[in-house]
């Protein structure tokens, strides 16, 4: 059974830079795509990016200058680094193991419980 | 603004038939898959309808999905009060190289 647990500072100062973990069980991280999405308090689901473990990734438009994403295989874990944060970057942020369908990795099964991750001075 | 449309909410009561659609355009579900998430209550999204129409393992058959053109929809039939959720859809969209999902649709069970 795949799970995945992120990890990471529940409170973060405004222009700071995020870094989360995404610790993944019963699966090598060699294997797959894994996917970043937040979600703000009460809003919908915003895809952040993916990785495959070669290091290929792909960011959301939106997010791209301020994202790295990457991974370490050594420890089956991606980790996330979102730059010059600001309250608008409020939410929880969750990993998820991202298979291909057609052409794209896009289905995202199993989902990790997330993180909760405040912007606020 | 969310690229795919969902109503923000829908209603209908135990035992009946509700479906959610939601709307997109060519670069997205009109040229890629569409998958639909659960959102229960303070949990985290679980994966419900993959490759358009299909049910992962432990999903009941009471959930369907379906696309034609630029648009998909998610049928629940025999309506059950643990159903009640907020349902996401999701594709991958050409122009963007990236996942886009619906704004969400909250399933509320009279």
């Known amino acids: 059974q795949v799970k995945l647990q992120e990890s990471g500072p529940g409170l973060v100062k405004p222009s700071e830079t995020l870094s989360l973990t995404c610790t993944v069980s019963?699966?090598?991280?060699?294997?797959?795509?894994w996917s970043w999405i937040r979600q703000p308090p009460g809003k919908g689901l915003e895809w952040i990016g993916h990785?495959?473990?070669?290091?290929?990734?792909n960011y959301s438009p939106s997010l791209k200058s301020r994202l790295t994403i990457s991974v370490d295989t050594s420890k089956n874990q991606v980790s996330l680094t979102l730059a010059s944060m600001t309250t608008a970057d409020t939410a929880v942020y969750y990993c998820?193991?991202?298979?291909?369908?057609?052409?794209?990795?896009?289905?995202?099964?199993?989902w990790g419980q997330g993180t909760l991750v405040s912007v606020s001075s | 603004q969310s690229v795919l449309t969902q109503p923000p909410s829908v209603s209908e009561t135990p035992g009946q038939r509700v479906t959610i659609s939601c709307s997109g355009s060519?670069?997205?579900?009109?040229?890629?898959?569409v998958n639909w998430y659960q959102q229960l209550p303070g949990a985290a999204p679980k994966l419900l309808i993959y490759?358009?129409?299909q049910r992962p393992s432990g999903v009941p058959d009471r959930f369907s999905g379906s696309k034609s053109g630029i648009s998909a929809s998610l049928a629940i039939s025999g309506l059950q009060s643990q159903d009640e959720a907020d349902y996401y859809c999701a594709s991958w969209d050409d122009s963007l190289n990236g996942l886009v999902f619906g704004g969400g649709t909250k399933l509320t069970v009279l």
């Open positions: 019963g699966a090598s991280i060699s294997t797959y795509y």
């Open positions: 990785i495959l473990y070669k290091g290929n990734t």
């Open positions: 490759n358009d129409n």
């Open positions: 998820a193991r991202a298979l291909i369908g057609r052409t794209y990795p896009d289905w995202l099964d199993p």
């Open positions: 060519s670069p997205n579900i009109g040229s890629n898959i």
